[in-house]
């Protein structure tokens, strides 16, 4: 046996004279296992007819433009959305330029490092300070797993690794709370309380017009669990709630309490504990492994980076009878067809030959702002003291959100983006200077964490996305999907759009994807049907 693998004892067996099927797919099952034992046996006729064919995770996603076409393309913008477009059509035989406002790609899709500049509207600059191997998701940060934002990973080999979304470790502090708890303990108490509720309502026949007996006594069951709530029904606290001192050798000490069903009710805890309740935020989430931009990078080396010119500003688009023309601050570039993948404010804003109604379109969707802070610490105090690998403190204060990093866990330093906020907020953030920034998210923040939270910090970067040039605003979206959201799905003349905007997943890169695939499939069936 000794160093000998499952596959080497596979192909001695194998040229010892002859093999037969059970010990061929044996020995596959060994090597390979489960996955590869079953592709045998249907390539040998042997595996259950319960499905057609056996699962075949593909190499390329699952969408590709059928047959091959000869045209020429510019696209307006080298973000997601405008990357993606000209990756897909570039597998269908299209040649493409992309032209970029910006010296750098990736639009939203931003990952700061140290050395990176950050430049906004007003003339103020930013530099990175950030110690080998810190970086800054300044923009996404996370990616559903049923997004096609995965598949994208896939295809292009982008590694991904967990994005921890909820931790029951991390902390919920709102203004309603004298300190801040444990997620677990906030939920605890809420789930607690409401099981406490329901099952004395129930068990006094509130609710007999609704219930049968037995659904009455399944659904008492259910809450016993549900709360963990004693045989009397009422709450009083358990171990979920956490422990001051944790089990080991000893038996450990759970923590006082609970609160009270007023303070807990008062906490206001609601948004917090239910925030990955809906399916774009449910765990398990994903990040790509060394920054977000790692999509960005691999989708420029497919299209080709010579095929991507940066510092083109665009001024003007203009349908021609037998083509496009956009104007640009490196002069004129002629195509058959564009794909304008900006901003849609920044569209509206451009000299064109659409129309009235075009241009109304583009002006219906408002843009959002958002804002983001990554601080720098030489010691993961979080996850030493604090005792928090990943996740998120939720909070009803102006920075919304405190993320701890979901990688490089015993690592010497790490950054914490010390807010994620939106609306209001992030406009008044906008407003101040860097430093500004970061005195008050730092005074919010000890509030959660204490005084090592100012004076362990080592750098900070904030981003203003309404202040990004070429960019202004974190998204845009649609008050309502109707007149304008409809026309721009269709291409006016030979210019088409496409972005998140233009999606039912604003905000998010797979919107941008699949907003750049119905782009692509409109124009490729249109120049099939036309050679």
């Known amino acids: 046996m000794g160093d000998e693998s499952a596959g080497e004892r596979t192909a001695r067996a194998g040229s010892a004279g002859g093999m037969t099927r059970r010990a061929l797919l044996v020995g596959l099952g060994a090597a390979g296992g489960a996955g590869a034992m079953f592709a045998a046996m249907g390539a040998l006729g042997l595996a259950p007819d319960s499905q057609e064919r056996s699962f075949t995770p593909p ?16 696209v307006l913008g080298a973000g997601v ?63 559903a797993s049923w997004m096609v934002t995965m598949d994208y990973c896939r295809e292009l080999g982008v590694p991904v690794e967990i994005f921890v979304n909820n931790n029951a470790s991390a902390y919920i502090y709102t203004q309603g709370m004298a300190a801040p708890v444990r997620a677990r303990t906030a939920r605890a108490d809420m789930y607690g309380y409401i099981a406490e509720l329901l099952a004395k309502a129930t068990d006094a026949g509130a609710l007999d017009r609704t219930l049968t007996g037995d659904d009455r006594e399944r659904l008492l069951e259910f809450l016993r669990h549900f ?29 006082p309490g609970p609160s009270s069903l007023g303070e807990v009710l008062a906490a206001g805890t609601g948004r917090a504990i239910t925030l990955d309740f809906g399916v774009d935020q449910a765990m398990p989430m994903f990040q790509p492994v060394g920054g977000m931009d790692a999509i960005v990078t691999a989708l420029a080396r ?80 979080w996850e030493i003291d604090d005792r928090i690998y990943g996740g998120i403190t939720e909070t009803d204060l102006d920075i919304t959100h405190i993320w701890y990093p979901s990688h490089g866990y015993h690592g010497e330093r ?86 998140d905007w233009l999606s039912h997943l604003i905000a998010w890169q797979a919107g941008a994807m699949e907003s750049a695939r119905n782009a692509v499939t409109g124009l490729h069936r249109r120049v099939l049907a036309t050679e």
């Open 59 to 74: 190499r390329r996603s699952d969408f590709a433009l059928s047959g091959r076409a000869s045209a020429e393309v510019v």
């Open 81 to 143: 959305a405008g990357l993606t477009c000209a990756y897909e059509l570039g597998k269908a035989g299209y040649e493409c330029t992309v032209l970029e406002a910006a010296d750098r790609i990736g639009g939203r899709n931003l990952t700061l490092r140290g050395g990176d500049r950050l430049p906004e509207l007003g003339g103020r600059t930013q530099v990175a300070e950030f110690g080998e191997g810190v970086y800054f998701n300044a923009g996404p940060a996370r990616i």
């Open 414 to 499: 790490g950054l914490v983006v010390g807010y994620y906020n939106i609306g209001a907020e992030a406009e008044a953030y906008g407003g101040l200077t860097h430093d500004e920034r970061r005195d008050r998210a730092l005074a919010r923040g000890e509030r959660i964490h204490g005084e090592k939270y100012r004076t362990e910090l080592r750098s900070s970067v904030s981003v203003a996305w309404s202040r990004q040039p070429h960019i202004e605003g974190a998204w845009a979206r649609f008050p309502f999907h109707g007149g304008g959201f409809a026309l721009l799905q269709s291409p006016a003349g030979r210019v088409y759009f496409a972005g």
């Open 302 to 381: 497919a299209v080709g980076e010579d095929r991507i010119r940066t510092g083109a500003r665009v001024t003007e688009i203009r349908n021609l009878p037998d083509g496009v023309e956009v104007v640009h601050s490196g002069g004129v570039t002629r195509a058959d067809y564009c794909i304008a993948a900006l901003p849609p404010h920044l569209l509206a804003g451009l000299r064109h030959n659409l129309g009235a109604q075009v241009t109304a379109a583009l002006r219906e969707p408002v843009a959002d702002a958002a804002g983001k802070m990554g601080l720098e610490y030489g010691r993961r105090w």
């Open 227 to 255: 709360g963990d709530i004693g045989r009397d029904l009422s709450y009083r606290g358990s171990d979920r709630r956490g422990f001051a001192v944790y089990p080991g050798a000893a038996a450990g000490t759970p923590l």
